[in-house]
């Protein structure tokens, strides 16, 4: 090993183990996270890689398996919410927390005697977040839907899609992810900086169908550049173009173009064997479907280690297409310690972004079973060893500490 790569080899584990906890930027930050799906999960998590203490309350009784797996970081209280004591419970631990992630349908926490007109009155510090698909006003408040719905109603998808075919949906990462998990995170962020200044908490009501439209913002300004104005799948960015697409390799893998540029899409040219004099021009968009054509031909002759040893140290825009097996093990993410692993030797994205004095330390141990710290957290938020056993005793509570392995 030269000693450039020992010495990216060592940032990279410094990256990894980080700094002391003590110097995580939302150190001290007490969050109660209520159970949901994939949205809220992400949201409490992203505030634990960061370093608030995360209280993760989940239902009690048991009806299902623990469907949370961005539990990194938090600790989990199961507590039965539909009972007069268990929504007091909750109360007491509201009065003491700086955020509330509340994942909840409409109207249900009004039910149980614990909407914000309630905690926000009882403890005018707290930040309240309603992270739901339609958001609490409008036709489609009280609705159910799932990210696909979200997504229609946001416009994005009508933009998602090949030519002739429907739009569809990228997974759920978009509505559930990045305009619900990542955008109610952000508001909270946000919620709590201006805190230091009020003194005062906030209602944030963070609706996965406007933060999805929020994040295509450029694709409403960029139509104005003639870069969405053909049909869908026949334009830039969204697989019309030769120079943007993904090519499947001799080997069955693909490599990922995106050569928009005219001297990066000259080094894509050079790199596949072609002369641009003899090649449509660039923008020539009758000439794509044939172009992409002959693209993918050359892109089959060879297998995906063979085109990065061709493209690898251009800027031709070329890189493989990486399974999740693969990530981790690349030299580029290996350099940077892009991917992590915890005590159980799972592997998992480092917390982004990378903060050069307080970045993110993300716990390392296996994310919690339900009620695992149900004890310690109500001891923690002042409650009796009498109450908690009286708690207990009704059912309202559940004790789930694991036995060691011996």
Not at 48 to 75: H, Y
Not at 207 to 220: K, P, R
Not at 351 to 367: F, I, K, M, N
């Amino acid at each position: 090993m030269s000693r450039q790569e020992a010495a990216r080899a060592a940032q990279a584990a410094q990256r990894q183990q980080g700094p002391s906890p003590a110097a995580m930027p939302l150190r001290g930050v007490r969050v109660v996270e209520l159970a949901g799906l994939a949205p809220a999960p992400l949201c409490g998590m992203i505030l634990a890689d960061f370093g608030a203490r995360v209280v993760r309350v989940d239902r009690c009784p048991r009806s299902a398996m623990n469907t949370d797996v961005q539990g990194r970081g938090k600790r989990s209280l199961a507590l039965d919410l539909k009972r007069p004591q268990g929504a007091a419970a909750l109360r007491r631990l509201c009065l003491r927390a700086d955020v509330l992630v509340e994942p909840f349908r409409h109207g249900v926490m009004e039910k149980l005697g614990l909407g914000p007109e309630v905690l926000l009155q009882e403890n005018q510090k707290l930040i309240y977040a309603r992270l739901t698909g339609f958001g609490q006003s409008g036709k489609y408040a009280r609705s159910a839907g799932h990210d696909i719905n979200y997504l229609a109603l946001s416009g994005v998808l009508s933009k998602l899609g090949r030519r002739d075919e429907n739009p569809y949906a990228p997974l759920n990462l978009l509505c559930d992810f990045a305009g619900g998990g990542v955008m109610c995170a952000m508001g909270i962020i946000v919620a709590l900086y201006e805190r230091t200044k009020s003194g005062k908490g906030q209602l944030i009501d963070a609706s996965m169908v406007e933060g999805t439209a929020y994040l295509s913002s450029f694709l409403w300004k960029s139509q104005n550049l003639g870069l969405w104005n053909r049909c869908r799948g026949e334009n830039l960015l969204d697989s019309g173009a030769p120079f943007y697409e993904t090519y499947k390799t001799l080997d069955g893998k693909f490599m990922a173009v995106g050569a928009i540029e005219p001297q990066f899409y000259e080094q894509l040219v050079k790199g596949l064997g072609l002369d641009s004099d003899k090649l449509p021009s660039q923008l020539s968009f009758s000439d794509w479907p044939e172009m992409k054509k002959m693209f993918a031909a050359i892109f089959s002759e060879k297998t995906q280690a063979d085109w990065c040893r061709i493209f690898d140290g251009t800027d031709a825009c070329v890189t493989p297409v990486l399974s999740f097996d693969e990530v981790a093990l690349n030299q580029h993410n290996k350099e940077r310690g892009s991917f992590i692993k915890n005590d159980q030797e799972e592997i998992s994205p480092r917390p982004s972004p990378l903060l050069s004095r307080t970045p993110a330390v993300p716990s390392p141990r296996r994310d919690p079973f339900i009620g695992e710290h149900t004890q310690e957290i109500l001891l923690e938020f002042g409650f009796s060893k009498e109450e908690i056993a009286k708690l207990h005793s009704d059912k309202i509570i559940e004790l789930n500490k694991p036995k060691a392995n011996l």
